[in-house]
T-cell receptor, first 114, second 114 residues
Framework: NAGVTQTPKFRVLKTGQSMTLLCAQD?????MYWYRQDPGMGLRLIHY???????AKGEVPDGYNVSRLKKQNFLLGLESAAPSQTSVYFC?????????????FGPGTRLTVL | KNQVEQSPQSLIILEGKNCTLQ??????????LRWYKQDTGRGPVSLTI?????NTKSNGRYTATLDADTKQSSLHITASQLSDSASYIC?????????????FGKGTKLSVKP
């Protein structure tokens, strides 16, 4: 099993450009999440999905859109990138939404917006 | 406000020594507390998950303790190895919350020197 994979690993954008980050998991997990990690801050949830075809807002959803057309994939889109979106983005997945279920994280995408 | 505070921010120890990392939280009501290890340039990996009724939990050389009364947790690393160099993140879930409502600490960066 590859676990959770993310594409691309690195990306540099100019302000106003758009891009899509792809997350894929092969563990048949129902739940998937997008986080961002900034220096000096804890991980913050952007959006999440509780199953194929569903999405929900997290703590910091503004400026991002997501889609979950297939169970194994969760896409994060930036329509018009801003320097404030420079960050490391992590995707995660979990089998269920029980209190003690573990979230499995991908390796991250480092995004720089100039 | 629900918060998770970790101390120290960073720590340097010699290989073979023990160390203890601290986590204080103000999350209420409480469901569970997790410790994650994050290697540089990688995604977090789960070490332990403890519910309200659990006082201690071990994973190899890692032992986590929880005092739900004082809202404190610690992660003890025994006989440290160079591979223990990483950031350790404390994460708390609200009771009745969901996997989309985890509160992350900023992490403690541990460096193990030979």
């Amino acid at each position: 099993n590859a676990g959770v994979t993310q594409t691309p690993k690195f990306r540099v954008l100019k302000t106003g450009q758009s891009m899509t980050l792809l997350c894929a998991q092969d563990m048949n997990h129902e739940y998937m999440y997008w986080y961002r990690q900034d220096p000096g801050m804890g991980l913050r949830l952007i959006h999440y999905s509780v199953g194929e075809g569903t999405t929900a807002k997290g703590e910091v959803p503004d400026g991002y859109n997501v889609s979950r057309l297939k169970k194994q994939n969760f896409l994060l889109g930036l329509e018009s990138a801003a320097p404030s979106q420079t960050s490391v983005y992590f995707c995660a997945s979990s089998y269920e939404d029980t209190d003690t279920d573990t979230q499995y994280f991908g390796p991250g995408t480092r995004l720089t917006v100039l | 406000k629900n918060q998770v505070e970790q101390s120290p921010q960073s720590l340097i120890i010699l290989e073979g020594k023990n160390c203890t990392l601290q986590c204080n939280y103000t999350v209420s009501p409480f469901s569970n507390l997790r410790w994650y290890k994050q290697d540089t340039g990688r995604g977090p990996v789960s070490l332990t998950i403890m519910t309200f009724s659990e006082n201690t939990k071990s994973n190899g050389r890692y032992t986590a303790t929880l005092d739900a009364d004082t809202k404190q947790s610690s992660l003890h690393i025994t006989a440290s190895q160079l591979s223990d160099s990483a950031s350790y993140i404390c994460v708390v879930m609200n009771y009745g919350g969901s996997q989309g409502n985890l509160i992350f600490g900023k992490g403690t960066k541990l460096s193990v020197k030979p």
